[in-house]
């Protein structure tokens, strides 16, 4: 059981990681974070039979949008970092490696690419984006940073652990 929670804190982590590179990356680069709350619409709009927008921002608001837009994202990082011990096992909790979260990070780049973008009206890999190329190397980068928070809240957790 201490695992589980283990596997939770780090993928409540590294969606923090991953948010504050939302923020670092809008200063640097002018380029907004995720609007998580077209998210929640997205997924409202699903309990109603409607699982593809031709552009979501334009699609009729759902109540409470932005709570479960953030919700579903810090849940869907905790099933991620579930996902990866899973796959490296328990031992991974008590010694982390970079490459194994790296990886994972980058694999679930797929998640948007091939449910969210499309389903959201972005299409395929966001090919119906304005810059579809800087559009997936963003989307791409941002994962990649999820990877490096799964990795870094494993050592931060190992360390309050005194591991």
Not at 54 to 60: K, P
Not at 89 to 118: D, Y
Not at 147 to 160: M, Q, V
Request: aromatic share 10%; proline share 6%.
């Amino acid at each position: 059981m201490d695992d589980l929670w283990s596997a939770v804190a780090i993928g409540v982590g590294a969606t923090l990681v991953m948010d504050g590179w939302g923020l670092v990356r809008k200063q640097l680069l002018g380029i907004p974070p995720a609007d998580y709350a077209l998210v929640g619409r997205w997924l409202g709009h699903m309990a109603h039979g409607r699982f593809r927008h031709e552009r979501i921002a334009a699609a009729r608001p759902i109540p409470a949008e932005a709570l479960l837009g953030w919700g579903a994202h810090y849940l869907i990082g905790v099933v991620f970092a579930l996902l990866l011990v899973a796959m490296c096992g328990a031992e991974w909790l008590r010694q982390p490696t970079l490459l194994p979260a790296l990886v994972w990070g980058m694999v679930t780049v797929a998640a948007p690419f091939l449910l969210m973008q499309p389903g959201m009206g972005a299409g395929f890999a966001a090919s119906r984006t304005p810059r579809p190329n800087a559009a997936r190397l963003q989307s791409l980068i941002t994962h990649s940073v999820f990877g490096l928070g799964l990795y870094g809240s494993a050592l931060l957790l190992n360390a309050f652990k005194g591991v």
